[in-house]
């Protein structure tokens, strides 16, 4: 349990050696190392400025490390950040979905985005909102929305361009339960094929869905494995103590 990073043969999604992001005085990465094989899940835990959005930042090329490597599906994501980015999506607390515009014309819109217009674009749209079941709420407006439907629709929106690795930023965070559930049996059904990474406070569920599980601290990893050789007891230990430290 205690290796800094899990062995696999699986191509790898994330390869990251010593990534330093800093800002200012402040390192929120000191030298993070990560290895993700290709169409696993990826958990991010730990506490408040431990690093874990800093991180999720850097992988969906929002930000750029300071220091450090980073490979992503196989690309340099220094070197060649606009290659990969069509392959990335990125699912923020931030729905970052246009109010005024309606279900339809919020996809059409990140649709155009990716250059996908047309018969092409609306029959993925159309697709899209039957999976996340808003084919029924395609003409109104997100600004209608709660907030368990916004999240639907964010979903959405981040697998228009049917991406290869989905990033999660607390993605349970407003969802009552039902809308929890909603959510993890639309996970289970995009699942397929792709690598996710996901910032979660919440142990349990995060630890359920993953195949690799990262525990941060100050920028670093305290713990990083497969969740298949961990011991969910003492883990749960680790994080409680590790988020006992407090703030970073
Ligand atoms: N744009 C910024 N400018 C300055 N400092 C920043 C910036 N973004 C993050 N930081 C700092 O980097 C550290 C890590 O922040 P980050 O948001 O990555 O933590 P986190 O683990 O996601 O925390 P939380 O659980 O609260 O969301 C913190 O000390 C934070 O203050």
Redesign the pocket.
Known sequence: MSSPVPESAAPLAIEARGLV?Q??G?R?LDGLDLELPQGGFLSIF???????????RELALLARPTGGELRILGVDALEEPDVLRSRIGLISHKSMLYGDLTARENLAFFASLYGLEGPEADARIDELLRLVELDHRANDCARTFSRGMQQRLSIARALINDPELVLLD?PYSGLDPHAAELFDRLIARVRDGRTFVM?S?DLEKGFDLCTHALI?AR?RAVVCAETAKIDRAAFRDLYLATVGMGV?
């Open positions: 992001k800002f200012g402040r929120a730990g506490p408040n400025g431990a690093g874990k959005t800093t991180l999720l607390e910032v406070h941060m920028g970073a």
